[in-house]
């Protein structure tokens, strides 16, 4: 369940932001995931509610904004969202084979991929 580690990560990088400021509150912290990071909601969210216990995130609301995957094609130029095609061995491992829906063409992928904190909403003293 590697969600554990990177909502402890995250929690850290925002405990740390957090410092440079007077904080008294913190309402909800809103991250960015991306489909192709195979990170579950719910078990982000169960991790989070654990980790932050004895912190000033403590009671927090822990909101999940998607990314959706899109790509560029390197051989057509398409540019868009991205038709997943499953492999075969899908039930052995869970990586998506991804091509360009228009001509079958190699991919980079633009979005997608993300896991950073988006926003905070916090109470500041006065």
């Known amino acids: 369940m590697h969600e554990v580690s990177v909502v402890t990560s995250l929690v850290d990088a925002v ?5 440079r400021y007077n904080v008294v509150k913190v309402n909800s912290v809103t991250v960015v ?5 195979n990170l579950g909601e719910e078990q982000m969210s169960f991790a989070y509610e654990i980790v ?11 909101i999940v904004e998607h990314e959706p995957i899109e790509l560029v094609c390197d051989s ?5 969202p991205a038709t997943v095609i499953t492999d075969p061995d899908f039930d052995t491992h869970s990586i998506p084979v991804l091509s360009c829906p228009e001509c079958g063409g190699h991919v980079k992928v633009v979005r997608g991929m ?9 109470e500041e003293a006065d």
């Open 15 to 19: 405990i740390a932001e957090l410092e």
């Open 33 to 37: 995931i991306g489909d192709l990071t």
């Open 52 to 62: 932050t216990r004895g912190t000033i995130l403590e009671g927090s609301q822990f």
């Open 76 to 80: 057509c130029g398409y540019e868009g």
């Open 114 to 122: 993300s896991c950073t904190v988006k926003c905070m909403d916090i």
